[in-house]
């Protein structure tokens, strides 16, 4: 089955700086690569995705990257604020009649004031 | 808000008991999805229904079941609880037509604790 592998576990930036996190994934077949946000004893919250077809997909202060050939994707935020602090999961999913996600085991981001 | 709901938000039981998780996906959705999320396992695919019928299944417990009503909500039933069942269990509903995955928005999860 398919396995997913997120880097860093824990990340703190300074207000304003750059934070990214990467993932890897065992499945070359899989196609669909969600990031979700989840603050504590909260629902994991949809942030932004991205397909196999796109190499890149941006939402404001937040974008995505894919490279299909190394099998890994990464997120990346930018003018990072305080209320951007929480754990961030990366996942990925195949087409077909079962499209489960796998998570990545979570990467706690902090941003300092 | 998601559009996804679920009953009840908490859960304390003791072992060797039996419950029933409820979800309401997003309207529209047929696709109904059970996670677990507990701290050593991080969040961990258990089944999935879609319009009524069992698509796939992860790590679920044969102690654990579940089904999709014709209203589309889901139930999950944990039987001869143990300990280490305590966790935040997770619906996601997805649109499911076709082939392509879809997103799936979370509801507000149910945290059991079993003592």
């Known amino acids: 089955g398919e396995n997913v592998e997120q880097h860093p576990s824990t990340l703190s930036v300074q207000e304003g700086d750059s934070a990214v996190i990467k993932c890897t994934y065992s499945?070359?077949?899989?196609?669909?690569f969600p990031w979700y946000k989840q603050e504590l004893g909260k629902r994991p919250q949809l942030i932004i995705d991205?397909?196999?077809?796109?190499g890149e997909k941006k939402d404001q202060r937040i974008a995505v990257t894919l490279n299909k050939t190394a099998k890994h994707f990464s997120l990346h935020i930018t003018e990072t604020q305080p209320e951007d602090s929480a754990v961030y999961f990366c996942?990925?999913?195949?087409?077909?009649?079962?499209?489960?996600?796998?998570f990545g085991s979570g990467t706690q981001l902090t941003v300092l004031p | 808000d998601s559009g996804v709901t679920q009953t009840p938000k908490h859960l304390i039981t003791a072992t060797g008991q039996r419950v029933t998780l409820r979800c309401s996906p997003r309207?529209?959705?047929?696709?109904v999805y059970w996670y677990q999320q507990s701290l050593d396992q991080g969040l961990q695919f258990l089944i999935q229904?879609?319009?009524?019928?069992?698509?796939a299944k992860g790590n679920i417990l044969e102690r654990f079941s579940a089904q999709q009503f014709p209203d589309l909500h889901s139930e999950l039933n944990l039987s001869s609880l143990e300990l280490g069942d305590s966790a935040l269990y997770f619906c996601?509903?997805?649109?499911?037509?076709?082939?392509?995955?879809?997103?799936?928005?979370f509801g507000p999860g149910t945290r059991l604790t079993v003592t």
């Open positions: 499945d070359s077949a899989s196609n669909y």
């Open positions: 996942a990925a999913s195949l087409s077909g009649s079962a499209r489960q996600l796998t």
């Open positions: 996601a509903s997805s649109q499911g037509r076709g082939t392509a995955p879809y997103e799936q928005y």
């Open positions: 229904y879609y319009n009524g019928e069992e698509r």
């Open positions: 309207s529209g959705d047929l696709s």
């Open positions: 991205i397909r196999s077809n796109v």
